[in-house]
């Protein structure tokens, strides 16, 4: 029986393999913004077309659970096949699907913006007319008439600083209240990384993981799914591990003991009341607070929790009234989190992604300081996951020009990045009297001081390929707000590689390469604590006249007069793919020696690397990394005022500096909130959060809202992908049964989202894996107005707005009410 069994499957092989023949294989590595961004892609091509990705076979070929045959070794060095996800498999799929951009576009005269209707014109003519448009904005409206969103754009820098003209943002809608907090808690400023951990120190050394607002099993965080594959090993070896999320998530389900549902947005009265148990019980660590945390600010945060500042102490029972947690699970949790020595508490960015973010990612730092557990082995420092290698590295990534000269321009930043359609919209209420320019300046995030110029936005260039570049979606404030701010931008210009509902708002469409699969560039690590560098070899050539990124920068650079300042590797007339090495190899040349300098250790010689395709820097160590070892082991002082970790933030307390250009202690400049604090305090007490329960517009719109990343795909990209629709994800409301039922909303209904900014259609998923009171949308999902201009797609950008907070944490939950649709036409686009 078995026999005849084996010969089908033969069989089956065989014809299988006969799809393959004549087939060659080749090696790039993903590009994605998931923060993992170094999964390895194996890749067959037959006649110059990809047929198949596949998974790695680096390490362990043919072995499907790797941790049978690694070693501990194995696991130190991350041995382990660098298998991507989801998103891989159909990567050259989403390259050929018909809303690629393919020709410079240009809307067609009388075209509405949004309406999506271009004409094909030649590179020369699209970029002349950009050029043109620049230069003609800079001489008649002046030097900040040309806006960019999103962060400090990279790219777009330098171009500013030749041209004499441009305005940035500021912030990150990702992590920025962590980076805000490591400035102020910790003395590390701006992007400057804090290396913090690998998984095989969390592997070996944690004996507590506590996933806060954390869902691994779904978001990649170094290769795909392999953080969710390390704490599996960890709870295997008998590390329990807790998850705190207000839905019953798969990681709750598939890799915790214990699942602690709170309602969000009160994390942090949770996390004081941890504070008051660890003092009441005397159960923190005495030692490591007086070596290493600033004393008065130790003693107001202790005075604040018992209560002997304000007569309330926070204890569990006033921690439950807020947050919903039993009392006796925040006891059981604070002291299981005191005697697990240490804990890897992932406090993740989720969390403090919404109105004063800034006070939780706080909190966390504070427990983690308060146990001695911020760095060492087997700790973390709840702020952002870097691996060894990657602070020294960031300055030789091929993905900007950093080896470039800058002109003498400097960009002013004028507006926290998501604030950018307010930096339009609110200008006309400062002219006609509605808004102090004080007030103004407050909410978009640009220094009060009088003296300086308000921006004059006319001219928008959006994002920076990769990023960005489908803000009405993935840019935390209302869809609608942008478009309206876009309506009254003079010329829209965009670089993109498919027509995203953004795109289709340009008056010019620049098309680029794919950088995983058509551009030729190499990849370091990002957030997961997996430390590779890998090269993309330009596997195929872009489809129709689509260019590298950094074509189309250097041509824009050279119309405007400056091409060989911005990239200095240019020559007119030699091949692009020369240049374009010899920038790439002196980029890698100049990481191996830093390399060389940090860690006196070789890695491969770009000829060498170019081969092989991938380089493990944790070939290079012997032990795990863990974070502050320099701190903890050999005395290096925090850069903070005091030397020590600042429980208090003076910069926050003086209140003389307010809405002034805000530098440190010593000197720097804290660059990601360079305005006025608003309501944030010098210590992280717990207030109500703006669009959270103890909003008043509860009472209205009393569903509190979550827009989480989703597993099938990237952020907003790879929403229009049929091999990730359909059986496959099926974009959905959740909400709870109870809320369901008092609504008269059964599973699979068609519903309508809204509030006071905007509405959206979208099915429902009646569930129990969500706290009652709360329900999910997944971010990324393509704007599609009906023709009342009402969203059909179910994209929650539409929703997002919050003017009244302070702005470095982008506000992407918010509270919603939902009512079953009637109408039948009023159906989505089945996908
Ligand atoms: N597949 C995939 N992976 C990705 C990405 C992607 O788009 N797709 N994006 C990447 C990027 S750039 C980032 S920044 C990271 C994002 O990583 P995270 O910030 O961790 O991601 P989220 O999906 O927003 O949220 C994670 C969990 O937090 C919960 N949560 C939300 N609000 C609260 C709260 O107030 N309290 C608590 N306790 N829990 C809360 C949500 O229910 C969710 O389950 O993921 C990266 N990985
Ligand atoms: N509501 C809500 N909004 C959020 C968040 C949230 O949790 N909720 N999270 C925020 C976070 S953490 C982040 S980091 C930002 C991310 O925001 P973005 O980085 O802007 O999001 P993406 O959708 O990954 O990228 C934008 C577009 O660029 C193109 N693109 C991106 N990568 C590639 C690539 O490799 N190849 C090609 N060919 N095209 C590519 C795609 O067209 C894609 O749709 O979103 C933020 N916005
Ligand atoms: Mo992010």
């Given amino acids: 029986m078995s026999e005849v069994k084996n010969e089908r499957v033969e069989k089956i092989k065989t014809l299988l393999m006969q799809k393959h023949v004549g087939e060659v294989l080749d090696y790039t590595g993903c590009y994605a913004n998931c923060g993992g961004s170094c999964c390895i892609f194996k890749v067959r091509i037959r006649d110059g077309k990809i047929t198949a990705i596949e998974p790695d076979d680096h390490y362990n070929v043919g072995v499907g659970r790797e941790d049978s045959v690694a070693s501990d070794t194995d696991l130190m060095k991350n041995r382990l096949q660098q298998r991507a996800c989801e998103v891989a498999w159909v990567w050259h799929k989403q390259l050929t699907l018909p809303e690629r951009v393919l020709y410079p576009l240009k809307r067609v005269d009388g075209a509405r913006r949004g309406e999506g209707r271009f004409e094909k014109i030649s590179w020369d003519e699209a970029l002349t007319i950009v050029a043109e448009k620049l230069k003609e904005a800079k001489e008649k409206y002046g030097p900040y008439s040309i806006i960019t969103p999103y962060f400090e754009n990279p790219h777009l820098d330098p171009i500013f600083s030749f041209l004499g003209a441009g305005v940035q943002g500021w912030g990150w809608c990702s992590m920025d209240a962590e980076r805000l907090v490591k400035h102020l808690m910790l003395g590390y400023p701006g992007w400057s990384r804090l290396e913090s951990y690998d998984m095989a120190d969390m592997l070996f050394n944690s004996k507590l993981i506590v996933l806060w607002g954390a869902?691994?099993?779904?978001?990649?965080?170094?290769?795909?799914?392999?953080?969710?594959?390390?704490?599996?090993?960890?709870?295997?070896?008998?590390?329990?591990?807790?998850?705190?999320?207000?839905?019953?998530?798969?990681?709750?389900?598939?890799?915790?003991?214990?699942?602690?549902?709170?309602k969000p947005g009160t994390d942090l009265a949770m996390m004081i009341a941890v504070a008051y148990v660890l003092f009441k019980q005397d159960l923190y660590n005495k030692e490591f607070v007086?070596?290493?945390?600033?004393?008065?600010?130790?003693?107001?945060?202790?005075?604040?929790?018992?209560?002997?500042?304000?007569?309330?102490?926070?204890?569990?029972?006033?921690?439950?009234?807020?947050?919903?947690?039993?009392?006796?699970?925040?006891?059981g949790f604070a002291r299981l989190y005191a005697r697990s020595k240490p804990t890897f508490l992932f406090k993740n960015w989720s969390v403090a992604r919404k109105s004063y973010g800034e006070n939780v990612a706080r909190a966390a730092v504070i427990l983690q300081s308060m146990m001695g557990y911020i760095g060492g082995?087997?700790?973390?420092?709840?702020?952002?996951?870097?691996?060894?290698?990657?602070?020294?590295?960031?300055?030789?990534?091929?993905?900007?020009?950093?080896?470039?000269?800058?002109?003498?321009?400097?960009?002013?930043?004028?507006?926290?990045?998501?604030?950018?359609?307010?930096?339009?919209?609110?200008?006309?209420?400062?002219?006609?009297?509605?808004?102090?320019?004080?007030?103004?300046?407050?909410?978009?995030?640009?220094?009060?001081?009088?003296?300086?110029?308000?921006?004059?936005?006319?001219?928008?260039?959006?994002?920076?390929?990769?990023?960005?570049?489908?803000?009405?979606?993935?840019?935390?404030?209302?869809?609608?707000?942008?478009?309206?701010?876009?309506?009254?931008?003079?010329?829209?210009?965009?670089?993109?590689?498919?027509?995203?509902?953004?795109?289709?708002?340009?008056?010019?469409?620049?098309?680029?390469?794919?950088?995983?699969?058509?551009?030729?560039?190499?990849?370091?690590?990002?957030?997961?604590?997996?430390?590779?560098?890998?090269?993309?070899?330009?596997?195929?050539?872009?489809?129709?006249?689509?260019?590298?990124?950094?074509?189309?920068?250097?041509?824009?650079?050279?119309?405007?007069?400056?091409?060989?300042?911005?990239?200095?590797?240019?020559?007119?007339g030699e091949s692009w793919f020369v240049l374009w090495e010899r920038y790439l190899r002196k980029c890698y040349e100049a990481g191996r020696e830093e390399i060389r300098k940090r860690f006196g250790k070789e890695i491969p010689e770009f000829e060498?690397?170019?081969?092989s395709r991938f380089f493990n820097y944790d070939e290079l160590f012997d032990k795990p990394l863990y974070g502050l070892k320099d701190h903890l082991e050999k005395g290096?002082?925090?850069?903070?005022?005091?030397?020590?970790?600042?429980?208090?933030?003076?910069?926050?307390?003086?209140?003389?500096?307010?809405?002034?250009?805000?530098?440190?202690?010593?000197?720097?400049?804290?660059?990601?909130?360079?305005?006025?604090?608003?309501?944030?305090?010098?210590?992280?007490?717990?207030?109500?959060?703006?669009?959270?329960?103890?909003?008043?517009?509860?009472?209205?719109?009393?569903?509190?809202?979550?827009?989480?990343?989703?597993?099938?795909?990237?952020?907003?990209?790879?929403?229009?992908?049929?091999?990730?629709?359909?059986?496959?994800?099926?974009?959905?409301?959740?909400?709870?049964?109870?809320?369901?039922?008092?609504?008269?909303?059964?599973?699979?209904?068609?519903?309508?989202?809204?509030?006071?900014?905007?509405?959206?259609?979208?099915?429902?998923?009646?569930?129990?894996?969500?706290?009652?009171?709360?329900?999910?949308?997944?971010?990324?999902?393509?704007?599609?107005?009906?023709?009342?201009?009402?969203?059909?797609?179910?994209?929650?950008?539409?929703?997002l707005h919050d003017n009244e907070s302070p702005p470095t944490p982008a506000p992407v939950t918010t509270l919603v009410q939902v009512k079953k649709c009637e109408r039948k036409s009023l159906e989505p686009r089945g996908r």
């Fill in 215 to 262: 869902e691994p099993s779904s978001t990649r965080y170094g290769p795909a799914h392999q953080f969710a594959y390390y704490i599996k090993m960890a709870r295997e070896r008998g590390t329990p591990v807790i998850c705190i999320d207000p839905r019953y998530t798969d990681t709750a389900a598939v890799l915790a003991d214990q699942w602690i549902p709170i």
């Fill in 290 to 331: 007086e070596r290493f945390v600033e004393p008065k600010g130790f003693k107001a945060w202790h005075d604040y929790v018992m209560g002997v500042e304000d007569g309330v102490p926070k204890t569990p029972q006033w921690a439950e009234e807020i947050c919903g947690v039993p009392a006796e699970t925040i006891e």
């Fill in 608 to 611: 060498e690397f170019k081969k």
């Fill in 377 to 572: 082995p087997g700790g973390y420092n709840t702020l952002a996951p870097v691996s060894r290698v990657r602070p020294y590295l960031d300055n030789y990534t091929a993905w900007i020009l950093p080896l470039g000269v800058r002109g003498k321009y400097v960009a002013p930043r004028m507006y926290r990045s998501n604030k950018w359609a307010e930096a339009v919209l609110l200008l006309d209420d400062v002219k006609e009297g509605r808004l102090t320019t004080e007030e103004y300046r407050r909410i978009i995030g640009w220094r009060t001081d009088p003296n300086l110029p308000n921006p004059n936005p006319k001219v928008l260039l959006w994002g920076s390929y990769y990023m960005g570049t489908n803000y009405l979606v993935t840019g935390a404030n209302a869809t609608e707000r942008q478009i309206k701010a876009l309506e009254k931008m003079e010329f829209v210009v965009q670089i993109a590689s498919f027509m995203t509902p953004t795109a289709k708002y340009a008056d010019i469409i620049l098309p680029v390469a794919d950088q995983a699969l058509e551009d030729y560039t190499f990849q370091h690590d990002g957030y997961g604590g997996f430390a590779n560098i890998l090269l993309c070899p330009k596997i195929k050539e872009p489809p129709g006249e689509a260019k590298p990124l950094f074509w189309i920068y250097t041509k824009l650079a050279e119309k405007l007069g400056f091409g060989h300042l911005y990239n200095a590797y240019y020559r007119e």
């Fill in 636 to 799: 290096v002082t925090f850069q903070t005022k005091s030397g020590k970790i600042e429980f208090v933030s003076e910069i926050l307390a003086d209140e003389s500096q307010r809405g002034k250009v805000h530098i440190d202690q010593l000197g720097r400049l804290i660059d990601n909130l360079p305005n006025d604090w608003k309501g944030l305090e010098a210590l992280p007490r717990y207030k109500p959060i703006v669009r959270g329960f103890e909003d008043p517009m509860v009472k209205q719109y009393p569903l509190f809202m979550l827009t989480p990343h989703s597993r099938y795909r990237v952020h907003s990209f790879f929403w229009n992908n049929p091999w990730l629709r359909g059986d496959c994800y099926q974009h959905r409301f959740w909400i709870n049964v109870a809320d369901a039922k008092a609504r008269g909303i059964r599973d699979g209904d068609l519903v309508e989202v809204f509030n006071h900014v905007g509405r959206t259609r979208v099915r429902a998923y009646v569930t129990t894996r969500i706290m009652p009171g709360v329900a999910i949308l997944y971010h990324g999902a393509w704007y599609d107005p009906d023709e009342d201009g009402v969203d059909k797609a179910g994209c929650p950008a539409v929703l």
